[in-house]
């Protein structure tokens, strides 16, 4: 069995990287001090993967938290769930970046060496350790700034590990910060060249959802760290459970991936829940998958149509009929062929996890390598060079330490990156006007 090691990296990453752990824990059926309380083996059967079996027969989780400012590793640390975390690892420092990728790129002082040393320990635990997987926002100093920093130092401590990052990106128009489009477009050099793989989404689409699906019209960050954790944890069940059709992360990407530095998805996901509300509607099969391709349930900005992919993963959980789900498919296939090159012979990736999600019958995800990458990350570096040309803000990177050639260099990757898109994504003028 191959384990992975969690890292909550950063504000954001420990928020939704907390619920993550509190919805799988409750999908394991695991209590609050990590002892088994369910019926059925099947939700221990890979259990080992994220959690390590402690002297007691209590099950541990095997993550790792880390921030520059204190008050968010320490508020972890004292919540019921903190009391499953090794208390080793929290790591924090004693001050906030003041969203500074800089300040977390290179004034991260013991915090990286603590990481490494806690990383190491937590992989020699491992019989069969595969990689990491990270929870961070691209645009903050710490998780933006803080985790570029220790992906190369962490590929050499742990041997090439499998990086399989969830990213929360700046919005298009809900910027949070000034500093965004240098922070995002920064770490994204890093990703790039050190990730596997990694899933994007933003909070505009997260709040869209909320107040369309969730009936919530002042959504709260505590309903965006939902959505974000149930969307992990459809991705990471075939990791977690035995499926029907089985996949895993390395799995999933080998078979979507056709290149490695387009490894960029985007994710729908259907159906979605809070914990206010009750279940929804129950329905089929194909209801669900019209859902899972519906831009209504995409966690990410920009949507157009008949956009060109590479590849679709398309993740069922539930008791669902296999011939069923195959034959749905196929119809899609059918429906969508236009949006593929033929040299692609089967651009859909399905996998089928029998147990449901929290709280639900069935439901489900998909994560999308195609031209809605190219949209968004070109938003961001139009953004990027609108300020760079005038050297704005500058002063805060280049005083701690920075060149401009750093942002020379992120700015042409991100460009090479798109390039690299555009050949298998850009439209055809004989693409049809019709939706699916």
Known sequence: MKEIIALNIGGAGINFGNQFWTQINKEHSLDHAGNFIGKSDELI??????YQEGRDSTYLPRNIIVDFDPKSVDETRTSPLGKLFDDANFISGKEST????????YAYGALLDDLLNRGRKEMEKCDSFEGCQIMHSISSGTGGGFTTAALPRLEEELEKPFFDCYCLFPSPTRYQHILDPYNAI????YLIEYAYSCTIFQNEAISSICKRSLAAQDSQYDDFNYIIASLIS??????????????????????IIPYPRLHFFVPTMAPFSSKALSKPQPWGVRELTDELFSNENALYCFHEKNSKRLGTAVLYRGNLP????????????????????????DPYFTGIC????????????????????CHIIKELTE????????KAFLQYYTGEGMDEMEFIEAESNANDLCSEFDPYVAPSSEDSDEDY
């Open 45 to 50: 059967q890979k259990i080992e993967t994220y």
């Open 98 to 105: 003041s969203h500074n990728w800089g300040k977390g790129h």
């Open 186 to 189: 920064l770490s994204l050099h």
């Open 234 to 255: 459809n991705i990471t069940a075939g990791n977690r459970f035995p499926c029907e059709l089985d996949w895993n992360l390395k799995k999933l990407t080998n078979n």
């Open 322 to 345: 296999t011939y069923e789900v195959l034959k749905v498919l196929k119809s899609y296939k059918e429906k969508t062929k236009d949006q593929y090159h033929d040299w692609i012979v």
């Open 354 to 373: 029998e147990v449901a999600p929290l709280g639900l019958e069935w439901g489900g995800c998909s994560l999308i390598l195609g031209q809605q990458v």
């Open 383 to 390: 953004r990027f060079t609108v300020m760079f040309r005038r």
